[in-house]
């Protein structure tokens, strides 16, 4: 792959983040080694620069605070990041400082959860990111959900009546045609979840009923400035069906910025 060292020649900057502190209750923890798994396997046709961050391994405030502030120091050099994760709370601190450099941001969450639980203990966990956000500069009706299967109590009762843009699994198609890409940046937050289990069994919550084309599809209507995968649990992969699903949707990513 096209890979280079000087920040200004990159033509995607690729944001390693190997973290899963996000988890705590499921016992299918396994997103740590993911981004250095995935970028092996992924075959990325753009220049490509890769910043990793070095998590703190007992401290999840401590690791958003540098995920925020390497996230803040890539955006001086103006070019579409792409975030590999780790499980989903590492995509608050990146979407949070990208929303403050552009107050019009707004956010796709192709994922099979909401991610509209409330907060326990002060941790951002991954099951509360959506909901965190909110309190950061997004309006409900600056965010899409796509591809959702499961949804808690307390998140029906939250989303009832809201602004918020939710598409359940069976309505890619209607997303496609109803996603209005007007002159405003967007992130897509893509958890591998999001996938059916047969052709991406490798994650923590294999409650996904697209195909990698159903992703395609999204990302295309999309056309997101900057993105994040996340979720990706290569010990629970199965001949690398995960890891190969992955891959091509990284490449249709870094292909469309």
């Known amino acids: ?7 200004e020649e990159a033509e995607v900057i690729i944001q390693k983040i190997p973290s899963d502190m996000g988890i705590h209750r499921n016992p299918r923890k396994g997103t740590l080694n993911a ?15 890769i910043d ?9 405030e401590e690791t958003q605070r540098r ?11 103006e070019k579409p990041i792409l975030s590999i994760g780790g499980d989903h709370s590492v995509s608050f601190p990146v979407i949070k400082t990208l929303k403050e450099k552009h107050p019009d941001l707004k956010l796709v969450w192709l994922d099979s959860h909401l991610d509209l639980k409330e907060k326990v203990d002060d941790h951002i966990s991954h099951d509360v990111v959506v909901r965190e ?4 500069g997004f309006n409900e009706n600056e965010i899409w959900f796509v591809g959702v ?7 029906e009762e939250f989303t009832r009546d809201s602004g918020f843009h939710i598409y ?20 897509l937050s ?29 990302i295309e209507a999309v056309k997101p400035s900057s993105a994040g995968l996340v979720e990706v649990a290569p010990p629970f992969d199965e001949d690398g069906k995960t890891v190969s699903s992955a891959g091509i949707i990284l490449e249709r990513l870094q292909k469309n910025f």
């Open 67 to 77: 995920i925020r502030d390497n996230t803040g120091d890539l955006l001086q050099y």
């Open 35 to 49: 981004p250095e798994i995935l970028i092996e396997n992924t075959e990325f046709s753009r220049e490509i620069l």
């Open 190 to 218: 893509i958890d591998i979840d999001v996938l059916k289990e047969e052709i991406a069994p490798g994650t923590g919550y294999p409650d996904g009923e697209l195909t990698v084309e159903d992703a395609e599809k999204v």
């Open 1 to 7: 792959m096209p890979e280079t060292n000087s920040l």
């Open 52 to 60: 990793e961050i070095f998590p703190d391994e007992f401290d999840l």
């Open 149 to 155: 299967t499961k949804v808690d109590h307390d998140e």
């Open 168 to 187: 359940q699994a069976d309505e890619v198609e209607k997303f496609v045609r109803e996603f209005k890409k007007d002159e405003f940046p967007v992130y």
């Open 133 to 136: 956000l909110l309190k950061c």
